[in-house]
């Protein structure tokens, strides 16, 4: 299992990191194994998913971490804390598969395909369940007395 990760990783550190938490998740999951499939290839496809998830990670964390051009001037920060309220009751009020659809697209810029892989979905769902998320946020933001700006950011 550690050759696999480290394969995926390219990092030793990384890849130790990854193993252990496939013995965690492999641990949390046991129960829940069918024994439609391998032993072994169960534990191979928690190992290859903890891995693309701490290269996700590890990725989104360094591009954070991209120093800033000096040339930028930065924009004073105009949030307004109702809105943000707003949108966070509005997310509760989606059904959870359109949330989580929502989020991991629109919010941590995973692919359609990455978010099906996640979800157990096709990449259609997916897409469909995104459209159908935005259309209701839409719906559930359209009186919150905003500029437009807003909601043109859900419609993608």
């Known amino acids: 299992m550690y050759a696999v990760v480290r394969r995926i990783a390219g990092d030793d550190d990384l890849a130790q990191d990854c193993a252990q938490e496939t013995w965690m998740r492999a641990i949390r999951a046991l129960p829940t194994f069918r024994g439609e499939a391998r032993f072994g290839t169960w534990l191979h496809r928690i190992a290859v998913n903890a891995a693309l998830q701490a290269i ?17 001037g930065v924009a004073p920060d105009l949030g307004d804390p109702l809105l943000a309220r707003k949108l966070e009751a509005a997310l509760d009020e989606l059904p959870p598969g359109m ?25 259609g769902t997916s897409k469909s369940q995104l459209f159908k998320a935005r259309a209701r946020m839409r719906r559930l933001l359209g009186g919150c007395g905003y500029d437009n700006e807003e909601a043109k950011a859900w419609s993608g």
Request: charge should be negative.
């Open 56 to 72: 996700r990670k590890e990725k989104s964390r360094t591009q954070r971490e991209a120093p800033m051009p000096e040339d930028i």
């Open 99 to 123: 949330r989580e659809v929502l989020i991991l697209h629109d919010v941590e810029g995973y692919t359609h395909a990455e978010v099906g892989e996640a979800l157990g979905v096709t990449a």
